[in-house]
C-alpha cells in the first residue's frame, strides 16, 4: 500500500496542493520566480468574456456527450445482452475506438469531418445537408468534437451497462415476463431501475471526463475558431502554456477542480431520487 | 606466478586509466522545430557537421513545431523549470525577446565581433528580431518571407499574364481562376487561398500604411482601417465563393497541400513552401506578395533563430557556437537556402557561384532574396507572441465566424492593450 501511496501523494496531491498558492501568485515560467498577487487572477477571470465563455461551452460539452453516450450506451447495452448472434464480435467493433488513441482518432476525423468528408457524405443520404464546414463554423464546431468525443468512448461505457445488466438476476425479468410484462415496460420499470447504480457510476464518469476533454481540441480546432470550441481545460492551456500565464492557469484549474466536486456532489445528491439499490 | 598476475593487472589498470588517444567528441543537444521534407535536411546536415569535425558531435532532437505558443516552446518551459535545458535551441523570432528578457540565452554580440563569418555586417538584412533591449541573443537559423504561389498553367488557360500585384488585382482575378467542379464540391477549384494566420495580417497590415503597436510599444494600433482592407478583400471572396481557406492547427499545410493537388489557383504563403510546392506536377511559380495600390510593400520576416540556452556550462556553449558558425558559413547557408526555399542568411552566400548558378535555373528562388528588400522587423516586445495569439483568434473569429472586422479588431486592441500594460 505504501508504493502507491507514494505515487499518489506525489503525482495528484501534491500538484493539488501547489496549486492552490500558485492561483494566488504571478509566476514566470522562465525567470522562475513569482509575487503574490491576492485574488487578483480571480477577478481577472470573471472579468474575462471568454473564460465565462469557456464555461458555458464546457456545460454544453458536459450535456452533448453524456446524455447521447447514456442513451446510446443503454440501447446497446440492452441488445447486446440478448444473445445475439456474433455477440462478441459487434462488443469488440464498438469497444475498438476506446483503445485507439485519442490524438490519432482526432486527426483522422479532421478528415472525416471536411465539407467533403465522410460524415457530409453519409448525412447527404439521409437529410438534406450540403458541405458543413463541421470544424470551421462557430455553430457545428462543438458538435463535432462532441461527436468525435462519443463516437470514441460509446464503447467504454457500453461495457459498462453491460456489466450492469448481467448483475440483474434472471429470475426477476423472468417473474416479470410470467406477470405480462410487454419488452418496453420491462426495460422501464424492471431493467432501468436495475441498472440505475450503474448508470450513476456513468454519469457521473462521464461528466467528468467532459469537463476534462482536451486531446481533441487541442488537434482539431486550437480552441477555435475564434474561440467556439474554448473550454476551460484549453483555457487554462493557452493561459499558462501560451500567454505563460501560469498564474492565470492555476486559478483555472482551481475552478475547474471547485466547479467538479460541487456538481459531482449534486449529482450524487439527486442520485437518492432515482437510484434504486433493490427492487 | 602472482608476480606475473599483479605485472598483468598494473598493465591493465595503466592501460584503462589512460584517457584514449582520440577523445570522445562532445556531445550537443539541438532541438529543432520543423518537420517534414525540411525535418530530413537539418538531420542530414547534423550529420554532415559531425563527420566535418572530431571535437562536437551535435545531436538534433525535433521537440514539435516551434511557432508562438505551440508544443517545442511549451517543452523548452519545462525544461528551464527542471533545470536541464538543451545546447542550441531553433526559437520563434517573435519568442526570442520573450526568453532573452529573462536571462534564458547567451548574448552573441562578442563572439559575432570575433567571429570569421557571422559579423553583423556578414548577413543580409535578417538580424530583425534577434536583439533584445540592444543585445544580440539569436543568429537567423531560417528566414522567410510571405510567397504568393500561383499556377501559371491555370492563369494562361483563364487568358491571365502574371500574377497579381495588388490586393485589387486578387480580388478581380480569383473569380476568372475559380471553376466549379464538374463531380461535386470535392472537385471545385478555388481562385485563391489566402492562410487566416497573424504573419500575413502584419504583411497586409503594414503594406497599407497600417502599424501593430504604438511606436512605444504600450499600446496596440492594429484596429484601423488600414488594417482590415486585406481582411475584406478575403471575406468578399469568400462570401462569393472564390476563396476558401483551412482552419486548425495543419492549416499551413492542408493550404501548401491543396495547392499542389490544383484546389487552388494561387496560394499566399512562405518562402519555406518551396520544398514541398515542387512535388506540383504543373507549371508553378513564385511572386512577391501582393501589395496595396500606390504604397510601398511592406512584409514582415519569419522564421526562427539559433539560440544558446544560458545555464549551460561555457564548453558547451562553444560547441553550439561552433555549430552555428558551420550552420551560418556561407557554403552552408547556400545550401540550406537551396534545398529548402528559405533566404540564404549571409552576403557571402550570394558571392558563391554554384549558388549563383542555382538562382539563375531556378529563378523562383530568387524571388524571396528580391522580398527581403520590402521586409521588416516586428516589434521587439517581450509580450509580442502574446499579442500576435490575441490577434490570431480576431482574424479567426472575423473570417471564420463572420463577426464585424472592425468591431472585432476594437475589442481584441482592447484586451492588447490590458496585456501590455500589466507588468
Given at each position: 500500500m505504501a508504493p502507491s501511496l507514494v505515487l499518489l501523494g506525489t503525482f495528484v496531491v501534491l500538484p493539488v496542493l501547489l496549486d492552490v498558492p500558485l492561483s494566488l501568485m504571478q509566476y514566470d515560467m522562465i525567470a522562475a520566480s513569482g509575487r503574490w498577487v491576492g485574488l487578483q487572477n480571480y477577478e481577472a477571470l470573471a472579468a474575462d468574456p471568454i473564460f465565462w465563455q469557456a464555461v458555458g461551452h464546457t456545460l454544453e460539452l458536459a450535456l452533448g456527450t453524456t446524455v447521447p453516450l447514456l442513451v446510446l450506451a443503454i440501447l446497446f447495452g440492452l441488445v447486446l445482452n440478448r444473445r445475439v448472434r456474433g455477440g462478441p464480435v459487434y462488443r469488440t467493433i464498438l469497444f475498438v475506438p476506446y483503445v485507439i488513441p485519442l490524438v490519432a482518432s482526432s486527426i483522422a476525423w479532421i478528415w472525416m469531418l471536411s465539407s467533403n468528408g465522410f460524415v457530409n457524405e453519409v448525412l447527404g443520404l439521409v437529410l438534406p445537408v450540403r458541405g458543413v464546414t463541421w470544424l470551421d463554423s462557430s455553430t457545428w464546431a462543438l458538435p463535432g468534437i462532441m461527436l468525435v468525443t462519443v463516437w470514441q468512448f460509446v464503447g467504454y461505457y457500453t461495457v459498462l451497462v453491460l456489466s450492469g445488466l448481467q448483475g440483474i438476476p434472471r429470475e426477476i425479468e423472468e417473474a416479470a415476463r410470467i406477470d405480462g410484462a410487454g419488452e418496453i415496460r420491462l426495460a422501464w420499470s424492471v431493467t432501468l431501475p436495475l441498472l440505475s447504480p450503474t448508470l450513476l457510476f456513468c454519469i457521473v464518469v462521464s461528466v467528468i471526463a467532459s469537463f476534462r476533454v482536451f486531446d481533441q481540441i487541442y488537434v482539431m480546432t486550437g480552441g477555435g475558431p475564434g474561440t467556439a470550441t474554448m473550454t476551460l481545460v484549453f483555457y487554462l492551456y493557452q493561459q499558462g502554456f501560451g500567454f505563460l500565464n501560469t498564474g492565470a492557469g492555476a486559478s483555472v484549474s482551481v475552478v475547474l477542480l471547485v466547479g467538479l466536486m460541487g456538481v459531482t456532489w449534486l449529482q450524487l445528491r439527486m442520485a437518492r431520487q432515482w437510484v434504486t439499490y433493490q427492487l | 606466478m602472482a608476480g606475473t598476475a599483479l605485472c598483468l593487472l598494473a598493465a591493465l589498470l595503466l592501460l584503462l586509466a589512460t584517457p584514449a588517444a582520440a577523445q570522445a567528441p562532445l556531445e550537443i543537444s539541438?532541438?529543432?522545430?520543423?518537420?517534414?521534407?525540411?525535418?530530413?535536411?537539418?538531420?542530414?546536415?547534423?550529420?554532415?557537421?559531425?563527420?566535418?569535425?572530431?571535437?562536437?558531435?551535435?545531436?538534433?532532437?525535433?521537440?514539435?513545431?516551434?511557432?508562438?505558443?505551440?508544443?517545442?516552446?511549451?517543452?523548452?518551459?519545462?525544461?528551464?523549470?527542471?533545470?536541464?535545458?538543451?545546447?542550441?535551441?531553433?526559437?520563434?523570432?517573435?519568442?526570442?525577446?520573450?526568453?532573452?528578457?529573462?536571462?534564458?540565452?547567451?548574448?552573441?554580440?562578442?563572439?559575432?565581433?570575433?567571429?570569421?563569418?557571422?559579423?553583423?555586417?556578414?548577413?543580409?538584412?535578417?538580424?530583425?528580431?534577434?536583439?533584445?533591449?540592444?543585445?544580440?541573443?539569436?543568429?537567423?537559423?531560417?528566414?522567410?518571407v510571405p510567397i504568393l504561389y500561383w499556377n501559371r498553367d491555370r492563369f494562361q488557360k483563364a487568358g491571365i499574364s502574371g500574377p497579381p500585384k495588388t490586393w485589387a488585382e486578387v480580388a478581380a482575378i480569383a473569380p476568372k481562376l475559380t471553376q466549379e467542379g464538374a463531380g461535386g464540391p470535392g472537385a471545385k477549384v478555388f481562385g485563391f487561398m489566402p492562410i487566416n494566420q497573424w504573419w500575413f495580417f502584419q504583411a497586409m497590415t503594414w503594406s497599407n500604411g497600417g502599424e501593430m503597436l504604438s511606436p512605444d510599444m504600450k499600446r496596440a494600433a492594429f484596429a484601423s482601417e488600414s488594417a482590415v482592407a486585406?481582411?475584406?478583400?478575403?471575406?468578399?471572396?469568400?462570401?462569393?465563393?472564390?476563396?476558401?481557406?483551412?482552419?486548425?492547427?495543419?492549416?499551413?499545410?492542408?493550404?501548401?497541400?491543396?495547392?499542389?493537388?490544383?484546389?487552388?489557383?494561387?496560394?499566399?504563403?512562405?518562402?519555406?513552401?518551396?520544398?514541398?510546392?515542387?512535388?506540383?506536377?504543373?507549371?508553378?511559380?513564385?511572386?512577391?506578395?501582393?501589395?496595396?495600390?500606390?504604397?510601398?510593400?511592406?512584409?514582415?520576416?519569419?522564421?526562427?533563430?539559433?539560440?544558446?540556452?544560458?545555464?549551460?556550462?561555457?564548453?558547451?556553449?562553444?560547441?553550439?557556437?561552433?555549430?552555428?558558425?558551420?550552420?551560418?558559413?556561407?557554403?552552408?547557408?547556400?545550401?540550406?537556402?537551396?534545398?529548402?526555399?528559405?533566404?540564404?542568411?549571409?552576403?557571402?552566400?550570394?558571392?558563391?557561384?554554384?549558388f549563383k548558378a542555382f538562382l539563375k535555373a531556378n529563378p523562383n528562388h530568387a524571388v524571396p532574396i528580391e522580398e527581403l528588400q520590402y521586409s521588416r522587423a516586428a516589434p521587439p516586445s517581450p509580450k509580442y507572441f502574446q499579442v500576435l495569439q490575441l490577434v490570431q483568434r480576431a482574424q479567426q473569429n472575423i473570417i471564420s465566424n463572420k463577426a464585424p472586422a472592425l468591431e472585432t479588431l476594437k475589442s481584441t486592441a482592447q484586451q492588447v492593450d490590458a496585456l501590455l500594460a500589466a507588468p
Open positions: - | 539541438f532541438w529543432y522545430g520543423v518537420g517534414g521534407q525540411l525535418e530530413k535536411i537539418i538531420q542530414s546536415q547534423a550529420e554532415k557537421f559531425n563527420r566535418s569535425q572530431p571535437g562536437v558531435k551535435v545531436v538534433p532532437f525535433y521537440a514539435g513545431a516551434y511557432g508562438a505558443g505551440g508544443p517545442m516552446q511549451q517543452k523548452l518551459l519545462a525544461s528551464i523549470a527542471a533545470g536541464s535545458v538543451p545546447d542550441v535551441v531553433q526559437l520563434e523570432i517573435h519568442a526570442t525577446c520573450t526568453f532573452a528578457s529573462k536571462g534564458a540565452l547567451v548574448s552573441l554580440d562578442e563572439l559575432m565581433a570575433k567571429s570569421r563569418h557571422d559579423r553583423k555586417e556578414d548577413f543580409l538584412p535578417v538580424l530583425t528580431n534577434t536583439a533584445c533591449e540592444g543585445k544580440t541573443y539569436g543568429i537567423p537559423f531560417n528566414r522567410s486585406g481582411l475584406r478583400v478575403w471575406t468578399d471572396l469568400i462570401d462569393r465563393g472564390h476563396a476558401q481557406i483551412r482552419t486548425g492547427p495543419t492549416e499551413f499545410l492542408q493550404t501548401i497541400q491543396d495547392f499542389v493537388n490544383e484546389k487552388t489557383a494561387m496560394y499566399w504563403g512562405s518562402a519555406a513552401d518551396m520544398g514541398a510546392v515542387a512535388a506540383a506536377k504543373f507549371e508553378w511559380r513564385a511572386a512577391l506578395s501582393p501589395g496595396f495600390e500606390g504604397k510601398p510593400l511592406v512584409v514582415p520576416q519569419g522564421g526562427a533563430n539559433a539560440v544558446i540556452m544560458a545555464k549551460i556550462a561555457p564548453e558547451r556553449q562553444k560547441a553550439a557556437w561552433e555549430f552555428i558558425q558551420w550552420w551560418t558559413s556561407p557554403a552552408e547557408a547556400a545550401y540550406w537556402s537551396r534545398e529548402t526555399g528559405y533566404v540564404p542568411v549571409v552576403k557571402k552566400a550570394l558571392d558563391d557561384p554554384d
